[in-house]
């Protein structure tokens, strides 16, 4: 299957993260669909893409934080490109510096927990299907490294959810072990940034994509963790055509929740 035949979709594609991941996997030739309940979001994503590619992307308004809406916005999605064969999740939110706990209302928690680990087990749940059985579709998860240590003080909830969405991610790798689709998750361990943001140590987002794009190419990989933990760990990807994980982490997930730059 050529990727003109594939079609992404992009789970927070309008985020920081996101964006790159979407123009790398258009200007690798996919075609990509991306939801938001931001309509304005969207505009400023098809501005971002290239010019050229921009007949490739297809843009739903939608909430895939509810059950009912995502299941509203997935028939939208059919109806409009037909079939799905890969997704890449990547929800999340920037830093969230609300304070330390004891100055917090329960009502910030179920925010942050709904954000990033509500929307994430939504969508799962929902669009799962649309590639489970058929071994040439993948699905990615990009999660970040803010649930197994804090960024700074006043960030602690941030960490908290992000821990959830870890901990969702070894649930399913270990729940649907011979699942035919390739499950994989690539986990950032430091900040991401757009280039005119970029700080040292940071990754920018267009390489990012780059790379997350060319793992969703070229398939060959599942049920494997991929710790990207600077900016070299990329372009082991891109130039060798592989993260190298640890032998003992079986799976592939991207988790870039709470790791891009404010």
Known sequence: MSNADRVVLALGGAGTVGSGIVKALLDKGFKVAVISRDNSRLDKLRGFVSPSTRDNLTTLVGNVGSEEGAEVVKQALLKSVGKVTDI???????????????????????????????????????????????????????????????????????????????????????????????????????????????????????DLGEAVATLVERKNTTHTVFPVNCPADLKTVILEGALHPPPSLPFIWVQLSGMAHP
């Open 88 to 206: 890449v999740s990547s929800l999340g939110f920037s830093w969230w510096q609300g304070g330390p706990p004891h100055s917090q209302t329960l009502k910030e928690l179920h925010w942050v927990i709904e954000t990033l680990l509500f929307s994430t087990f939504v969508s799962w749940k929902v669009f799962f299907p649309l590639v489970r059985d058929d071994p040439n579709c993948t699905y990615t998860f990009i999660t970040g490294g803010a649930g197994e240590k804090l960024l700074m003080p006043g960030t602690g909830f941030l960490t908290v959810g992000a821990a959830s969405t870890l901990a969702f991610c070894q649930v399913l790798r270990e729940e649907y072990p011979e699942v035919p689709c390739k499950l994989n998750q690539v986990k950032i361990n430091t900040g991401v940034a757009p280039p005119e943001r970029v700080a040292p140590g940071y990754l920018n987002h267009l």
